[in-house]
């Protein structure tokens, strides 16, 4: 009975999967989910679940999202949040593994700094799911579950290049970047995806980057935090455009560091509005898209990635083939981690409501 319901279950999430744009593209794929298989172990067992920062709102909603489905899957859950902090979240982790999880599914505040946990996981012949962010230089990593990562950053660098027709209107066009944290190896692959799609136009001279800061390292934004990316805006702003200088595009590449460039632009700032670019859809970010503050987002369904990693937990657990669609891109320095990429969706002011608030995402009081 146990195991129909979780089968059922675990069916459903599975069509959400599909439905959200997650389903399996390539190889290695189950055609069942892991619960209907006949092994019978998928059910219970404990899952500890280890999440950065409860500071920015996507990470709550796939820490509540994760918590969900496992316990309805019938894990039992230790949901832990680090602040942020590297050693706490190492911390966390140890005692995850001391109290009995069987597996672990880990948002890593710095991909490479998780060593001495990822020793004991492994002693422990503990599998373990990076979530999200890849974990780097160790091999005790088993599965990386995320949304592609280098397409969020060509949705948004396409976004740039369609919006301004660089490919037709004569520009030049002024534009700024700002990236996420170097620690976050995520961060190198979004701000590729978009440069990638605009550095033709940079080398012509259609795009100019008035302070000439275009490398990820001089544009990255250390923890992603706001007031970071404000800050840099704001010394920006005041070297480069207090003569009048026209922004034409601030490219950010989330939401915390776009609401920082936002800020500062409303106070240190009075040409033309740019076009800003972020990712997340966070609820702030999605107000100032309605308002016309910010551009464009990038939505990632957290529902989407957690069922995901539910229905991986169960495989892992049952001993069935993993769910993966890409075997060649994140390596982490130590091996190739076998992944399953999650399709980051484009959002704006004109398709907001389908894709936010008819999908249950959000209410529309949320936004109000
Ligand atoms: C996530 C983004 C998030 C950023 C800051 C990245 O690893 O993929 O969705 O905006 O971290 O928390």
Redesign the pocket.
Known sequence: MKKRILAALLSSAMVVTLLAGCGATGAETTSEPAAATESGSAAGGKVGVSM?TKD?Q??NQDGANMEADLKAAGYEVDLQYASNDVQTQVSQIENMISSGANVLVIAAIEGSSLGEALDMAKEANIPVIAY??LIMNSDAVSYYA??D?YKVGTVQGTYVKDTLDLDNAAGPFNIEFTA??PG?N??GFFFNGAYDVLKEYIESGKLNVVSGQKTFDEVATPT?GSDVAQKRAEDILSSYYADGTELDVWLCS???TALGVETALAANYTGKYPIITG??CDIENTKNMIAGKQSMSVF?DTRTLAAQVVKMVGQILSGSTVDVNDTTTYDNGVKVVPSFLCDPVFADANNYKEILIDSGYYTEDQLK
């Open positions: 950065p920015l996507r990470w999200d962010r995320t949304f990562n996420g944290d976050d995520n961060a992603w989330n939401d915390s990712q997340d990632k």
